[in-house]
């Protein structure tokens, strides 16, 4: 789960007497014990973030709808170009605008869909009434950036699928975690839900062979930084990064390690990228 929202479950929503459980959400036994009579929301993030790990949305939106429990789904990682969580019977669907709706990293925003008027009538007191609403540039931004999502995406697809794969193959790379490898281990689901692959991967780095800030030292073309889903590429450290603040724990818990890296793959030229890697890689 996206680091920003564990926060803001744990450290501020817990103050309002609210209690979650983090669960392995590809697991439909840990789904089903979860979701209690005392459920209210089951949030869902597919593709997790950092890990790119796969929830089934027909599954566990199922099982939540027949226990009368709200279903949230953010679908930042794919945007509605590659998902659409209502197709699968989701409540409400939520975005980072920041990321790939906008595309050009000059917004700070976000959007709520509801799947029915009542959910809307009620989302959007709350927004009236708690002041949250989009500054109208920024929202005319978002509404430009959206113009050209689908070649976006597209490009950002095809060249975070060739450095997977090149990653994949270098011999100081653990593991790279990409929904379009061959090798991800939840391919069916892949192919059931979604419509391509997104430019988000992350992979394990052999830290003893090249140092993690040598590495980042040596990159020329992918700006350090914990956002995604803009053209330009950036890469990032979700232990020290994007999810400090889970903790050690939580952050074990969740699978990401000290040498996870995260990088959101722009549209710049692909083999540009991949050289750029290559020599980051070479220690």
């Known amino acids: 789960i996206y680091g920003g929202t564990y926060r803001l479950f744990v450290q501020v929503f817990s103050q309002w007497g609210l209690s979650f459980d983090f669960i392995n959400m590809r697991d439909p036994r840990a789904v089903k014990k979860?979701?209690?009579?005392?459920?209210?929301m089951v949030w869902i993030?597919?593709?997790s973030n950092p890990l790119l790990n796969i929830v089934d949305l027909a599954g566990v939106i199922g099982l939540a709808g027949s226990r009368k429990v709200l279903t949230v789904v953010d679908n930042t990682f794919l945007s509605p170009y590659f998902q659409r969580p209502f197709d699968f019977g989701a409540d409400i669907v939520v975005h980072s605008t920041t990321k790939?709706?906008?595309?050009?990293?000059?917004?700070v925003g976000g959007a709520i869909i509801y799947g029915n008027k009542d959910l809307e009538t009620r989302g959007r007191?709350?927004?009236n009434a708690l002041g949250v609403s989009?500054?109208?540039f920024d929202a005319w931004l978002v509404l430009r950036g959206i113009k050209t999502l689908a070649p976006r995406m597209e490009v950002h697809q095809s060249n975070a699928l060739a450095i997977a794969e090149f990653l994949e193959k270098h011999e100081y790379v653990r593991k790279v975690y990409y929904p379009g490898l061959k090798s991800h281990?939840?391919?069916?689901?892949?192919?059931?839900?979604?419509t391509g692959f997104g430019g988000v991967l992350s992979f394990e780095l052999k830290t003893s062979k090249v140092p993690l800030g040598l590495f980042f030292k040596k990159l020329k073309y992918f700006s350090l930084a914990e956002s995604l889903g803009g053209v330009e590429s950036l890469i990032e450290h979700p232990w020290s990064m994007s999810h400090a603040s889970m903790g050690e724990a939580a952050l074990k818990a969740s699978g990401i390690t000290e040498e996870t890296v995260r990088v959101s793959v722009g549209i710049e030229g692909a083999q540009d990228l991949i050289d750029d890697l290559g020599n980051?890689?070479?220690?």
Request: charged residues 20%; proline residues 8%.
């Open 134 to 136: 989009e500054a109208p």
């Open 100 to 107: 790939y709706l906008n595309g050009h990293s000059d917004v």
């Open 280 to 283: 980051a890689l070479s220690g």
């Open 45 to 47: 993030e597919t593709p």
């Open 125 to 127: 007191f709350l927004v």
């Open 185 to 194: 281990p939840q391919a069916g689901l892949i192919k059931k839900q979604m």
């Open 34 to 40: 979860a979701v209690t009579a005392k459920t209210k």
